[in-house]
């Protein structure tokens, strides 16, 4: 997708610039599969630290979960689960019309992830501050939202992944 979408947060123009970053969409997957994290949440984590100076509390997690937590549940996650179902089946597909279908309601996936970090821009604004380098900032965001997630810390592969974003999400331009 355009990172210059019009109308689009300073949030989601961040997003979409880092996950087309290399190596963050393995990334991201891994944490999502691992540890039950909602990607967006992370980004937003990961904008907080690298872009803003901002601290992720529990406080401020917790907020930005009952802000999106049910349109994520009922929308993006239903979407997903609908457009993967669509890869492999259920007959008739797949076909070349259930492809077509299927690459529809991906565009409509973003677009309500869109959604979700437009709203959760709206929160970047009233978080503490923090100290430390951007990357420092961005891998301590994420780490909190990991942990949250998962009722754990990060393991070793989980601590590489966050690294890894915290590093596209710190890099300048």
Same mark, same amino acid.
């Given at each position: 997708?355009?990172?210059?979408?019009? #109308? +689009?947060?300073?949030?989601?123009? /961040?997003?979409?610039?880092?996950? @087309?970053?290399?190596?963050?969409?393995? &990334?991201?997957?891994?944490?999502? =599969?691992? $540890?039950?994290?909602?990607?967006?949440?992370?980004? /937003?984590?990961?904008?907080?630290?690298?872009?803003?100076? +901002?601290?992720?509390? $529990?406080?401020?997690? @917790?907020?930005?979960? @009952? @802000?999106?937590?049910?349109?994520?549940?009922?929308?993006?996650?239903?979407? %997903?689960?609908? %457009?993967?179902?669509?890869?492999?089946? !259920?007959? !008739?597909?797949?076909?070349?019309?259930? =492809? &077509?279908?299927?690459?529809?309601?991906?565009?409509?996936? *973003? =677009?309500?992830?869109?959604?979700?970090?437009?709203?959760?821009?709206?929160?970047?604004?009233?978080?503490?501050?923090?100290?430390?380098?951007?990357?420092?900032?961005?891998?301590?965001?994420?780490?909190?939202?990991? $942990?949250?997630?998962?009722? %754990?810390?990060?393991?070793?592969? =989980?601590?590489?992944? *966050?690294?890894?974003?915290? %590093?596209? &999400?710190? $890099? !300048? #331009?």
């Amino acid at each position: 997708m355009d990172q210059d979408l019009p #109308g +689009a947060s300073d949030l989601a123009r /961040f997003a979409l610039k880092v996950y @087309a970053s290399e190596g963050v969409p393995p &990334a991201c997957l891994l944490l999502q =599969e691992r $540890a039950g994290v909602d990607v967006n949440l992370l980004l /937003f984590a990961a904008f907080a630290g690298a872009a803003r100076g +901002a601290a992720v509390d $529990a406080a401020a997690l @917790a907020a930005a979960r @009952a @802000a999106v937590g049910a349109w994520h549940a009922e929308v993006v996650k239903a979407l %997903r689960a609908v %457009r993967q179902r669509l890869k492999a089946g !259920p007959p !008739p597909g797949p076909t070349p019309v259930t =492809e &077509a279908l299927r690459d529809k309601l991906k565009k409509v996936e *973003i =677009e309500s992830e869109l959604i979700e970090l437009d709203t959760l821009s709206a929160l970047a604004g009233g978080l503490p501050p923090a100290s430390g380098t951007p990357e420092a900032r961005a891998i301590a965001a994420m780490a909190a939202v990991v $942990a949250a997630c998962a009722g %754990r810390p990060p393991d070793d592969a =989980e601590h590489g992944a *966050i690294a890894l974003i915290a %590093r596209r &999400a710190a $890099a !300048p #331009g």
